[in-house]
Nanobody, 126 residues
Framework: QVQLVESGGGLVQAGGSLRLSCAASGRTFIIYPMAWFRQAPGKEREFVAGINWGGGSTDYADSVKGRFTISRDNAKNTVYLQMNSLKAEDTALYYC???????????????????WGQGTQVTVSS
């Protein structure tokens, strides 16, 4: 059974930074793409950032490009999301997701991710 546990969320002022972590267990972490999604109250879940299985390719939503950075430490089975210059509109529940296909490319399509964490809340005050 694959488990994903997010941490690092919290309350921060606009312009501040947070780093989210997602610890994975239960399968060979290194060969699967990983991603972060988020869901704000009353809105649909949306893609934030993704990283391929080897860590050499990343993708970002236009709304976070230049501010957020996704990375992974395969030795620690952990994926990170560094969030800088946070805005009030970044407030959401942030989810970590693990891809369904080994050696796959991270995409922005939620149905291509087989496993999800419980989420960590990020609140940005303006």
């Amino acid at each position: 059974q694959v488990q994903l546990v997010e941490s690092g969320g919290g309350l921060v002022q606009a312009g501040g930074s947070l780093r989210l972590s997602c610890a994975a267990s239960g399968r060979t972490f290194i060969i699967y793409p990983m991603a972060w999604f988020r869901q704000a109250p009353g809105k649909e879940r949306e893609f934030v950032a993704g990283i391929n299985w080897g860590g050499g390719s990343t993708d970002y939503a236009d709304s976070v490009k230049g501010r957020f950075t996704i990375s992974r430490d395969n030795a620690k089975n952990t994926v990170y999301l560094q969030m800088n210059s946070l805005k009030a509109e970044d407030t959401a529940l942030y989810y970590c997701a693990a891809g369904a296909r080994a050696y796959g490319t991270a995409t922005d399509r939620a149905h291509e991710y087989a496993y999800w964490g419980q989420g960590t809340q990020v609140t940005v005050s303006s």
